[in-house]
């Protein structure tokens, strides 16, 4: 197969992101530019400021990008953009930009999609680190601040093919981790503050009445191959948490403590920071919330797997950086005898390595953008 360079442009969300990848199996170069600070005020992302924030980096990003590679906008072999799912106005500066820099150098564009670029994110490490062995069909948890999505995850041809068989009918995973944390007055987003801070508290210590969703009324497949669905809720905890903190005085002391400190701009930074402005029963309530959240996780995505009979996971997106997930999902997936495979944490949360490297199978196959490609904020990943 012939080596091709493909410069990735990411820009869905809060992440401005460009990278250099060689045949879908080596990232030569991979640049982020986070918005967290310009964000982090309002505890969530702002659509207008993140459109702005993506047309001030966009520039700067991608020639960072090639320079790190030691590429030229002459020398990559093909451009490839994520067309959706996301903020459409965030999607249309990376669209805009890629196209006319196609138009410009004549070059091929490749359209992805941002939650098959998660997935290819555990393929292209994989193949970096020497394995081509992955074991289909994969079942994929794509599990971030806009997602919660199981897919069945095929070769076919050159190409993949990726069947739906759960999804979050409300919050996804992420969105509740971001939501938790700013009810208890910590910083943005939630993920990573809570993963660090749970390590500190009792994650048996809170039992949530939370209403999971266990009957199964969606099937999926057809014909006499039709599995049941397995489907996520998160916006039950979340209220759970709220319910929580209004019936304990402590907790509330302290959270008001913490959002007098953000406003005032002195809001910790270290985790020792941060431990010493939370008390026991909040750490206590923040490792319950995560362990309630990663045992769903967990029990779903292993119960899909047995159902569609796979003998592979991927675990990808924002959230599968989390320490206590990953530690979950290997003891059992070793215990069912499945094989787990997550990214790195540079390649867990949103990048364009994983966009170069999805659209490596689209540029052999010549599946090339139309010239009036734009955004489509609810693309469904087929
Ligand atoms: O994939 P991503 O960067 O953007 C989306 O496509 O949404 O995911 C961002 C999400 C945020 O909700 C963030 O709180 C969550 O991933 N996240 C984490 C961790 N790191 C990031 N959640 C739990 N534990 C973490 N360590
Ligand atoms: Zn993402």
Redesign the pocket.
């Known amino acids: 197969m012939p080596d091709a360079f493909i410069l990735g442009i990411e820009s869905?969300?809060?992440?401005t992101a460009a990278a250099v990848v060689r045949s879908g199996e080596q990232v030569i170069s991979n640049v982020v530019l986070s918005q967290i600070a310009t964000h982090q005020p309002y505890g969530g992302v702002v659509p207008e400021l993140a459109s702005r924030e993506h047309l001030r980096a966009i520039v700067p990003v991608v020639r960072t990008a090639l320079a790190e590679a030691g590429k030229t906008y002459q020398t990559v072999d093909a451009l490839a953009v994520t067309r959706g799912p996301?903020l459409a106005g965030a999607l249309l500066v990376g669209i805009s930009f890629a196209k006319a820099l196609a138009f410009a150098l004549e070059k091929p564009l490749v359209a992805v999609n941002?939650l098959e670029g998660?997935i290819h994110a555990v393929l292209l490490e994989e193949r970096q680190k020497g394995n081509h062995e992955v074991a289909f069909p994969v079942l994929a948890l794509v599990v971030?601040?806009?997602?919660t999505h199981l897919y069945l995850t095929q070769l076919k041809g050159q190409g993949w093919s990726y069947l739906n068989v759960g999804h979050t009918r409300d919050d996804?995973?992420?969105?509740a981790?971001?939501k938790v944390?700013k009810l208890l007055g910590l910083s943005y987003?939630?993920?990573?503050i809570?993963?660090k801070l749970a390590r500190h508290g009792d994650p048996r210590a809170v039992k949530f009445p939370w209403a999971q969703i266990k009957h199964r009324d969606r099937r999926v497949g057809g014909g006499n191959l039709e599995k049941p669905a397995f489907d996520f809720s998160y916006s039950g905890i979340k209220t759970a948490v709220l319910r929580y903190v209004e019936t304990h005085p402590e907790i509330q002391q302290g959270i008001a403590a913490r959002q007098g400190l953000a406003k005032s701009g002195r809001q910790p930074r270290k985790v020792e920071e941060w431990l010493a402005v939370c008390d026991r029963p909040t750490l206590d309530l923040i490792a319950s919330f995560?362990r309630a959240v990663v045992e769903d996780l967990v029990g779903k995505t292993l119960a899909a797997a047995r159902e569609h009979d796979v003998a592979t996971l991927f675990v990808t997106?924002?959230?599968a950086?989390?320490?206590e997930?990953r530690r979950r999902f290997e003891q059992e997936a070793a215990r069912q005898g499945i094989a787990v495979f997550f990214p790195s944490l540079r390649l867990?949360?949103?990048n364009a390595a994983m966009i170069a490297a999805a659209a490596y199978p689209k540029f052999l196959a010549g599946e090339f953008a139309e010239p009036d490609l734009s955004a489509e904020a609810g693309l469904v990943l087929r």
């Open positions: 869905s969300c809060d992440e996301g941002h998660h971030s601040g806009g997602h996804a995973a992420g969105e981790f971001d944390a987003p939630g993920g990573p809570v993963d995560q997106g924002g959230v950086a989390n320490s997930l867990s949360t949103d």
